[in-house]
């Protein structure tokens, strides 16, 4: 079964649901003119708007660049894919949709006017005027009403998810096994402390960097003097582990070099100008065969640093939780009585595939194996992945709690060498 791509293309399974990460334009510019004013689909006797899945199939095209018959024929061959299956699969994404919804009514979820507005504010924030906004709502083909509607469902689908969350510890054994990898990848990680000075401040920089590199100041009483980053200053400058992380390109690549102990140059980032310094470097403990070659041995999880037990723990719950709920998804939407009708003519995304499959070549075809009723709605991150790199796992549920939580919208630090997640 090939991956189903479609339905994280854009937007999660609706048209509006990806705007409540700051009002994404999701509305289709792709002619979408000939609807049938038929249905598509029923969920437990609940029609689904033939429309509703054209229009989204057409956002979905000029999200790809696809709004020609040509690119779309292409796109779709290449990922082994005919109009006729992606229209099933939209279908049965927005079958289970509806399935979510009635599980919120059925659990009696419940969202606080004041949630609602706290999350809305937090997307009108990013914009410079009220007339800014109004037209980012019609661009994204919404109004104020619809948008408020949307963010409300997105805030009861994010407490459903919640619901699944457990707080049973992983096992020692998956916690070891974790570990091991880390330690395995993350072999010479460094760990850095900085201050952070004004980018207009380099004069101020580069004395503060001669007086350190000459013994007259102290790092950490520097980070307390000058630091602009007032977070990490409270920590004696420390911003972690540079693997794994979230740490800027920048930065990252001016911590790679260092030595413990040893401080860097000025290094200018987006944040301003920065005076690093190593202070812990991550070896971990390894044998040596008789041929002389050395391997990692991990045989308890206290061998990493603490920061990484801690990441390993929320991957390994957060998937867990991810697992719950998407057992419970696969459940309801084996008892739930769907039904897709037969696809009818002249819709404007059908177009004839022999010319375009005949073109297709292998390396064109998508991967994965994830069936298309059940993976248009999870998308969270494994926490293996990369051998062990750091599993955000923000939202696991396209869909259902597709954007994690909307009030997180256009947030990020502004004063710290770290990448806004």
Same mark, same amino acid.
């Given at each position: ?370 069936? *298309? =009723?059940? %993976? !248009?709605?999870? @998308?969270?991150? #494994? &926490? $293996? +992945? ?5 599993? /955000?796992?923000? *939202? =696991?549920? %396209? !869909?259902?709690? @597709?954007?994690? #939580? &909307? $009030? +997180? ?5 502004? /004063? ?6």
């Amino acid at each position: 079964m090939k991956k189903t791509y479609i339905m994280k293309t854009v937007c999660a399974v609706s048209l509006t649901a990806a705007c409540a990460w700051g009002l994404a334009a999701c509305s289709s510019g792709t002619d979408a003119s000939a609807g049938t004013g038929g249905v598509a689909g029923t969920v437990n006797g609940v029609d689904i708007s033939e429309d509703t899945i054209t229009n989204y199939i057409q956002g979905v095209r000029d999200q790809l660049g696809a709004s020609d018959e040509e690119a779309w024929g292409t796109w779709l061959a290449e990922n082994d894919y005919t109009p006729a299956s992606v229209r099933d699969e939209v279908v049965n994404s927005f079958a289970q949709r509806e399935l979510v919804k009635e599980a919120i009514e059925e659990k009696g979820i419940t969202v606080e006017s004041s949630e609602i507005d706290q999350s809305i504010q937090s997307v009108k924030d990013n914009f410079d005027s009220d007339e800014k906004w109004q037209a980012a709502l019609e661009q994204a083909g919404m109004t104020e009403e619809s948008y408020r509607s949307e963010i409300e469902q997105k805030l009861k689908e994010n407490k459903l998810y919640a619901s699944f969350a457990s707080e049973e510890d992983p096992s020692e054994s998956d916690m070891l096994q974790y570990a091991q990898m880390y330690a395995s990848a993350y072999d010479g990680a460094k760990r850095s402390s900085h201050i952070l000075f004004d980018s207009s401040d380099e004069a101020t920089a580069q004395e503060v960097l001669d007086k350190i590199n000459s013994g007259e100041l102290d790092f950490v009483d520097a980070v307390k003097e000058y630091s602009t980053d007032t977070v990490s200053a409270e920590q004696d400058g420390d911003v972690g582990w540079n693997n794994p992380s979230k740490l800027i390109s920048d930065y990252k690549a001016a911590v790679e070099p260092l030595e413990k102990g040893q401080v860097s140059g000025l290094v200018t980032t987006q944040f301003g100008i920065h005076i690093i310094k190593c202070t812990e470097v991550y070896e971990a403990p390894k044998t040596t065969a008789d041929d002389g070659t050395e391997k990692v041995e991990i045989t308890s999880i206290d061998q990493i640093p603490s920061e990484w037990v801690d990441t390993i723990k929320t991957s390994l719950q957060t998937q867990k939780q991810q697992d719950s709920y998407n057992q419970w998804l696969e459940e309801i939407t084996e008892a739930a009585d769907i039904k897709v009708n037969d696809m009818p003519q002249g819709l404007p995304y059908d177009v004839d595939m022999a010319k375009y499959e005949a073109a297709a070549t292998d390396e064109g075809t998508t991967d994965g194996a994830t069936d *298309g =009723a059940t %993976d !248009g709605t999870t @998308d969270g991150s #494994d &926490a $293996t +992945d990369g051998a062990a790199e750091n599993a /955000d796992n923000a *939202g =696991a549920a %396209d !869909g259902a709690a @597709d954007a994690g #939580d &909307a $009030t +997180d919208s256009g947030s990020g630090t502004s /004063d710290q060498p770290a990448e806004a997640a």
